[in-house]
């Protein structure tokens, strides 16, 4: 059954991938309730239809910060997606770029900064966690200023990872199984091609970069187990807000209270985000979470949501919830881990058209009319 084009991309990523890769993108911690609930609560949002309002007229371009977006949507940080197709993070980020949309690059990408930059003709994102190495996290902060970035990602709910038991039962997770399983499919013959890396391990992108290669595989997963540091607190953020200079985005916020502590902090954006389910299961979905959040911070700080979104139809239901710009997850891996930038620009595609569909029939010409008046509040909206 085709429902949707990132459902047919999960089951081809599905047959693709080495089952442990594939396992690791589409897991998430303990039983998985909150991950199921971020599609399930925002796919049952249901849409106002309204009609004959003359929707001849339609624009989805939209702005963030400094930037012009052909749509509301950006690319989420994905660690490792250089794993998933050749050069993985330039191929989704040349596709990105191509659709005037963002692509966030994460801290633990495969392709290393200075690659993933200049490939494209439009600045992308970085997304930094949160590591006990300061001397890596500044590291890694001038690198992105020097490769042009203005917009930093700060993911902040992962101050200890969750525990992802189908990573665990496929062999991703220990420090020396994933080692292991990495290895196997890097040296491949078909796998080893594929990812471009050729068998070898120390090309793995920012921090074997920072750290002066070749540090080996095992030593980038060790230090990268080690290195999450529960200690952090808002006031940790501020030699960072102080030497951005550009927009910073905190991602991971899924409380109000936490999201006017973001507005003190002088934030520029939220990202409303459970991490896509992936660290503590059992916390609310975006979708459930963005009403309050919105009512006590929008328009002090852009509201960015991602977490369950695989459709245009969803991009919509989000916004009309109360985000300004939505980000694809897995949505966007399955699609790479498919057919690559190709995949990915397809994706794109097809979402833009349904949220076309969306506004058309829901009464919106541009994405400012797209409000909670165009959700139906009794009949299953959250
Ligand atoms: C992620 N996510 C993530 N977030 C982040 O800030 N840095 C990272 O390196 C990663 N890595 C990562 C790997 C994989 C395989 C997945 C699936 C997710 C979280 C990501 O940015 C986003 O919040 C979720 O993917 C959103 O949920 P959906 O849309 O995938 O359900």
């Known amino acids: 059954m085709i429902i949707s084009a990132s459902t047919d991309y999960r089951a081809a990523a599905k047959r693709k991938l080495p089952p442990f890769l594939f396992h690791y993108i589409d897991g998430g911690a303990y039983a998985e309730y909150t991950m199921r609930r971020n599609v399930d609560d925002l796919s049952s949002v249901a ?55 963002p692509f966030t690059l994460s801290t633990v990408s495969v392709c290393p900064i200075e690659e993933v930059a200049p490939a494209i003709n439009r600045p992308m994102w970085f997304q930094l966690y949160v590591l006990k190495d300061r001397g890596f996290m500044k590291n890694a902060l001038e690198r992105a200023k020097a490769a042009g970035v203005k917009t930093l990602v700060f993911t902040v709910d992962m101050p200890t990872p969750g525990a992802r038991y189908r990573d665990a039962h496929s062999g991703m997770s220990g420090e020396r199984a994933a080692l292991r399983r990495m290895l196997q499919a890097m040296t491949h013959p078909a796998w ?88 503590l299961d059992g916390v609310l979905s975006s979708a459930r979470a963005m009403p309050e959040i919105a ?45 690559g930038a190709a995949g990915v620009t397809n994706l794109l595609n097809l979402i833009e058209k349904e949220m076309r569909v969306a506004m058309v029939l829901t009464g919106a010409k541009s994405i400012s009319e797209i409000s909670r008046d165009s959700l139906v509040p009794q009949a299953g909206s959250v």
């Open 295 to 339: 009512d006590a911070v929008k328009g002090d700080l852009k509201i960015l949501a991602d977490s369950g979104i695989r459709t245009g139809l969803d991009v919509v239901r989000m916004i009309a919830l109360g985000a300004d710009t939505v980000l694809l997850g897995r949505a966007f891996i399955y699609a790479l881990a498919t057919g």
């Open 47 to 101: 849409l106002r239809q309204r009609v004959l309002r003359n929707m001849s007229e339609l624009t989805l371009e939209t702005k963030l910060f400094d930037e012009t977006l052909s749509m509301p949507v950006a690319l989420a940080p994905v660690g490792l997606c250089g794993m998933f197709a050749r050069r993985g993070e330039v191929q989704a980020a040349k596709a990105a770029a191509a659709k005037g949309i």
């Open 192 to 279: 080893a091609w594929d990812v471009g890396l050729k068998g070898k391990p120390h090309d793995l992108g920012n921090i074997s970069t920072y750290r002066g290669h070749p540090t080996g595989l095992e030593d980038y997963i060790g230090w990268l187990a080690n290195n999450f540091d529960p200690s952090i607190s808002w006031k940790d953020l501020e030699w960072i807000r102080d030497f951005w200079e550009g927009p910073m985005i905190i991602k991971g916020i899924l409380d109000a209270d936490d999201a006017r502590d973001a507005v003190r902090f002088g934030a520029d954006g939220i990202v409303v985000s459970n991490h896509g389910g992936r660290q």
